[in-house]
């Protein structure tokens, strides 16, 4: 086999992480499981509502989850338990974290002041993830924390046809689920 086949051994470990999800995960496709209100002690009137798919929304062009506002410092939790699969800094979502769950679906968030887990932690539904704050666009804006869900597998009964309204099969509106 020619050398340039040949997976490193940092390959052959996310193939084998991606094997343990799709085998250990898909058993949490038939649990039910409640979301937490990813900020502490937050509660429904921290964010608004409507603010899921309001247009226009700048670079977003549609806005893809909600604002839930704190100060600055507040812990931001685990939404669900599940995996960091990414973590980093967006142009637009600054300090942003993304956690994978065992119903297949992605917690995104963004603007926040710090994070206290890096790709590959597992953080159980209510963890500290990090902290709230106005980083990347949000910049000069009351501090809040961008929260996305988005499900990996669609619901093709939610097609619409709103501006972008294709992806609202995979985009979950938050406040649906949040508890
Ligand atoms: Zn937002």
Known sequence: MPAKFKLSKREWGWIAILTLLFFVFDIGLFLEQDLTIPVEG???KDWNRDAFWREPWGKSGVHKGIDIFARRGTPALAAASGVVVYQGELKLGGNALMIFDSKWRLHYYAHLDSTTVGM?????????????????????RPTHLHYSIMSLIPYPDRYSTRTEGW?????????DYLR
């Not at 590959?120 to 000069?140: E, F, I, L, P």
């Not at 992806?167 to 406040?175: A, H, R, S």
């Open 42 to 44: 937050a509660t429904a």
């Open 167 to 175: 992806k609202l099969m995979f985009y979950l509106n938050p406040t």
């Open 120 to 140: 590959g932690t597992w953080v159980y539904k209510g963890n500290v993830v990090g902290t709230v704050g106005d980083s990347g666009n949000a910049q000069g």
